[in-house]
């Protein structure tokens, strides 16, 4: 099999409606993660070129905030035309630097779509509400109104949805929007830019940004930008959410998980196995969402041999092999990351029933390949258990009720996404009710949102109060101003008065 790509050369900043070539001196490159080859190089970008996203954001906004709302949505409609007229190129374009299969790509950019088709509904979202007479004679009502320049730092892994996230929302609200993608797969979110400008979006409205920890600092700092979203790690998301606060800019951190997924003894055994398999090695496991500890209750723990063939049957490959079941690691370093933690895993104790650190796909000797891993013996101290792996590797554990699951899941500090496999309607309500972690699935292994509610992570998987896309979203894109009014035809009272209640 080969797999086909396309060399993009050197990119350019998306600045003001169009392509910005950069002057920096600094480069990245991107690369194809089958075989290392070089598919483009990203500038990062300078102090003035970050300044000059900002700015021309910022005058940007100033005359789209007067753009009414049913015009703004009307883009979003276009956009939404529009990304499903390129839906296969974007998915193309994606899995060229992601390594993920087509049609995985493609779900990666349908995800997205999903949220501009939120984004279309913008009118009736941002009203506000109203009361007459909240005292003698005296109306109240309140305005949703954008922000001024929000930004969005995005991580390698869902480079068409999670941007799509936040600027289509950021943008329908009247905001500008500076968005600096992940250095490792820039080519994606460089085409959403460019159809976002062909929908009717003004030059401005949104810039893109390349680089790293530099040019996200300028961002954070800078005092024109009012809102950060951010999707990483979560180191990298601590510190951006401490920046952004400490320069009183309002914050949304979304990073890291640890997805359990229970299996109760009365679970329907083949689709418990075959949902494991998907979510557990699904995209290299390189989702925040992906299942990475399967825990069985009491006799499921049978089933776990059986788990081994399947995964056992399960082979990655290149994005355009339609037999691939996913693709490789993103580069080189995660690959031996994830090798190093599942050797660490051996060395802990925990029993290594598939071990995918000796992966081969023929052609493909240099790819950063690792194969499906299943562990079992696995114990809440083991750093495989501890750490996020980020890649196709599944651990094991055993307990003997539904109260000790609840209770290993609780304590894990992160609270991202699970889910239950049950035919009990009594334990799927207490494992609802009961479980800290905010994307609960019952009978399905990626409890990833709709768009009309939001994206709901916990505990140590999230930094901030108001969440992604969704009304949540909206409410973290604008500010809302109250009036109390009073008019008089008759009867004007006289005299000050001295308390804080209205007459
Ligand atoms: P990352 O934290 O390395 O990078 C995310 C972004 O931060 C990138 O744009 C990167 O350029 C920038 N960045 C990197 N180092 C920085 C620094 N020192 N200072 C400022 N900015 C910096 O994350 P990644 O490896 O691209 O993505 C994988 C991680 O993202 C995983 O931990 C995964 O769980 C998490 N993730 C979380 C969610 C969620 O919704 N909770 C969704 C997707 C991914």
């Known amino acids: 099999m080969t797999s086909h790509v396309t060399l993009y050369g050197d990119l350019p900043l998306y600045i003001n409606g169009g392509p910005h070539a950069s002057t920096t001196e ?20 300078t102090a003035e070129e970050v300044e000059l996203a900002v700015r021309t954001a910022h005058d940007a906004y100033l005359l789209w905030r007067e753009v009414p709302a049913p015009e703004r949505a009307r883009v ?46 913008i009118a009736s979202q941002t009203m506000g509400e109203t009361m007459g007479n909240v005292a003698r004679r005296v109306d109240g009502h309140s305005w949703v109104q954008p922000l001024g320049v929000c930004v969005g730092i995005t991580p390698f892994n869902f480079p068409a949805m999670i941007p799509l996230w936040m600027f289509p929302l950021a943008v329908a609200c009247g905001n500008g929007f500076v968005l600096k993608p992940s250095e490792q797969d820039p080519l994606t979110p460089m085409r959403l830019a460019e159809l976002f400008t062909e929908a009717g979006a003004p030059a401005g409205i949104l810039s893109v940004i390349h680089g790293g920890a530099e040019q996200v600092d300028a961002i954070l700092i800078h005092p024109d930008v009012k809102a950060v979203s951010f999707v990483g790690s979560a180191r990298v998301g601590a510190h951006v959410y401490r920046t952004a606060t400490e320069n009183l800019k309002r914050a949304q951190c979304f990073v890291g998980a640890k997805n359990h997924m229970v299996i109760m003894p009365d679970a329907n055994k083949g689709q418990v196995l075959s949902n494991l398999v998907g979510a557990g090695v699904g995209a290299a496991g390189q989702r925040c969402m992906a299942i990475s500890v399967a825990v069985f209750v009491g006799s499921a723990r049978d089933w776990i041999p059986e788990l081994a063939e399947a995964f056992a049957a399960v082979r990655p490959g290149v994005w355009d092999d339609p037999q691939a079941a996913y693709g490789p690691l993103i580069s080189p370093e995660a690959r031996v990351r994830v090798e190093n933690l599942i050797e660490a895993g051996k060395q802990e104790g925990a029993e290594c029933l598939l071990d995918g650190t000796l992966c081969e796909v023929a052609g493909y000797p240099v ?70 972690v905010g994307q609960v699935g019952i009978n399905v292994p990626i409890p990833v949102p709709l768009p009309f509610f939001s994206f709901t992570g916990w505990r140590g998987s999230f930094y901030g109060d108001l969440h992604a896309y969704g009304k949540q979203a909206v409410r973290f894109y604008t500010e809302t101003k109250t009036v109390t009014e009073r008019w008089f035809d008759e009867d004007i009272p006289t005299g000050p008065n001295m308390t804080i209640s209205l007459r």
């Not at 839906?87 to 299969?101: F, I, S, V, W, Y």
């Not at 980020?390 to 307990?399: A, D, I, R």
Request: with cysteine; hydrophobic share 40%; aromatic share 8%.
């Open 26 to 45: 600094q480069w990245i490159e991107v690369t194809n993660p089958a075989d290392q080859s070089l598919l483009a190089r990203a500038p990062k970008a």
């Open 367 to 436: 790819g950063n390949w690792v194969g499906p891993t299943l562990f079992r013996g696995v114990t809440a101290q083991m750093g495989l258990y501890r750490q996020e792996i980020f890649g196709p590797v599944l651990c094991c554990m055993e307990v003997d009720s539904l109260d000790e699951a609840l209770a290993l899941i609780n304590s894990n500090p992160y609270g991202n996404g699970t889910s239950i496999f049950t035919s009990c309607g009594a334990a799927a309500r207490t494992f609802r009710h009961e479980v800290a």
């Open 76 to 121: 979003m409609f276009n956009y939404q035309h529009l990304l499903k007229v390129h839906h296969d190129e974007l998915a193309t374009l994606l899995a060229q630097e992601t390594g993920k299969n087509f049609a995985d790509a493609k779900g990666d950019v349908w995800r997205g779509i999903e949220v501009v088709e939120q984004a279309c509904g």
